[in-house]
């Protein structure tokens, strides 16, 4: 089975950009999460779909923004880029059920200049 | 709000020997997960271990295993015959029903040869 996959691995952006992101679950995961990882405030919470809804969400700006696809691929959107949205953006999938592990991707490297 | 708190940034441990990781967390639910995350250079996160609060046995896999204390809420993973490989950021997480990972900040492990 493949694992998480994200898209792009790396990205450099300038101030006042705008990025998407990518994720492509496990097959047959249909929980989609992004997290932001920075060496200052550590792994935090974005968001969570679950079929194409959004089902939670943490304490970020409306900037960041996301979204779930019919095939359960997902796209987070962050507008009007700022230095301090440089950051690793991990991706996790999850079966249906809620209590079980997340299987992460190996994240996109967001630069921003 | 859970908290996850871990108080080692750094440790060291020589090949083949044994360390242990701490991990403590605040919650008030009686039912929740625990997962021992590790992170390699290669930014993917794999999952070391999982803990089911209701289970009163330490999980353990291979080498792997944690000791949970659920009323003094601690978690600690303990790396037995520790191998090159072993080297990574490790990253305790508590995770309750509908809710999503809240991770600790972290431990870098180097292990020597």
């Known amino acids: 089975k493949a694992g998480v996959t994200q898209t792009p691995r790396y990205l450099i952006k300038t101030r006042g950009q705008q990025v998407t992101l990518s994720c492509s679950p496990i097959?047959?995961?249909?929980?989609v999460s992004w997290y932001q990882q920075t060496p200052g405030q550590g792994l935090q919470f974005l968001f969570e779909y679950f079929s194409e809804t959004q089902r939670n969400k943490g304490n970020f700006p409306g900037r960041f923004s996301g979204r779930q696809f019919s095939n359960s691929r997902s796209e987070m959107n962050v507008s009007t880029l700022e230095l301090g949205d440089s950051a690793l953006y991990l991706c996790?999938?999850?079966?249906?059920?809620?209590?079980?592990?997340?299987?992460f991707g190996q994240g996109t490297r967001l630069t921003v200049v | 709000a859970q908290t996850v708190t871990q108080s080692q940034p750094e440790m060291s441990v020589q090949e083949a020997e044994t360390v242990t990781l701490s991990c403590t967390y605040d919650?008030?639910?009686?039912?929740?997960?625990l997962f021992w995350y590790k992170q390699p250079p290669s930014r993917q996160m794999i999952l070391v271990i999982r803990?089911?609060?209701?289970?009163?046995q330490n999980a353990t896999e291979n080498r792997f295993s944690v000791n949970f204390q659920k009323a003094a809420k601690s978690f600690s993973l303990k790396i037995s015959d520790s191998q090159l490989g072993d080297a990574a950021m490790y990253f305790c997480?508590?995770?309750?029903?509908?809710?999503?990972?809240?991770f600790g900040p972290g431990t870098r492990l180097s292990v020597l040869p």
């Open positions: 097959s047959g995961h249909r929980s």
């Open positions: 997480a508590y995770r309750s029903d509908g809710q999503n990972f809240v």
């Open positions: 803990q089911e609060a209701y289970k009163q």
């Open positions: 996790a999938s999850r079966p249906q059920s809620l209590n079980t592990e997340a299987f």
């Open positions: 919650t008030s639910e009686s039912d929740y997960y």
